[in-house]
């Protein structure tokens, strides 16, 4: 297992502010997945990012991924309630032969009215 | 639309007791996974399943078994509970493995071991 990094841990923010979440390995990635998870419930994929460099918007939400292929962000743009959860990154690495998707500890997201 | 269904949601156990938790997908996907959740540690895999037939070992699959039933069934068994196990457990599927189609999970298993 690649040593893969999310930061911050945890984030608490007032509606409207925008914040950014990261995800670091000293690895290259094959591919990116970001998901979201709410309480009581599984993760679901927001997003996937394939080539060095691309950026991809969901709404509010801006996903880059690095140029190297070995970090990505998430933006979110006037955060809402409504955003709050857990965000995962889940890269494959090129190293894995079998194409795994391998899970960051996540970033805890509050958005409070 | 049914999706990944887990049974049960809840469930406290014995150190030394055994117990299967099962998962079912309506999706007709050929890949199966069968994840723990633990603070700070995020998801990490502990058996997976390619398609039907077929089975390996993840991150950490001491302590466990799966079985692949059919195409639609993937079930973790735990033979001899230990408090270690004590975490929040996930089933997912895809359409198959390497591709960036999305895993689509349950709602998770609470399991408790005392």
């Known amino acids: 297992t690649q040593l893969l990094e999310q930061s911050p841990q945890f984030l608490s923010i007032q509606e409207g502010e925008n914040l950014t979440v990261y995800c670091n390995s000293s690895?290259?990635?094959?591919?990116l997945q970001w998901y979201r998870q709410e309480p009581g419930e599984g993760p679901v994929l927001l997003v996937t990012?394939?080539?060095?460099?691309e950026v991809k918007k969901l709404k509010r939400l801006t996903f880059q991924f690095g140029d190297a292929r070995k970090d990505s962000s998430l933006h979110i743009t006037a955060a809402q309630p409504g955003d709050t959860g857990l965000y995962l990154c889940?890269?494959?690495?090129?190293?894995?032969?079998?194409?795994?998707?391998?899970f960051g500890a996540g970033t805890q997201v509050v958005v409070t009215p | 639309n049914a999706g990944v269904t887990q049974t049960p949601k809840f469930q406290v156990l014995k150190t030394g007791q055994s117990m299967t938790l099962q998962c079912a997908q309506d999706?007709?996907?050929?890949?199966m996974y069968w994840y723990r959740q633990d603070p700070g540690m995020g998801l990490r895999l502990i058996y997976y399943?390619?398609?039907?037939?077929?089975?390996d070992k993840g991150e950490v699959p001491n302590g466990y078994n799966v079985s692949r039933l059919n195409k639609r069934e993937f079930s973790l068994r735990l033979e001899s509970a230990a408090p270690s196990q004590t975490s929040v457990y996930f089933c997912?599927?895809?359409?198959?493995?390497?591709?960036?189609?999305?895993?689509?999970f349950g709602d998770g298993t609470r399991l408790s071991i005392l």
């Open positions: 399943s390619a398609s039907e037939g077929t089975t």
């Open positions: 999706m007709n996907h050929n890949s």
């Open positions: 690895s290259v990635f094959s591919s």
């Open positions: 990012v394939v080539t060095g460099g």
């Open positions: 889940a890269p494959r690495m090129t190293t894995d032969s079998w194409g795994k998707l391998q």
């Open positions: 997912a599927s895809s359409e198959a493995r390497a591709s960036n189609q999305p895993q689509h």
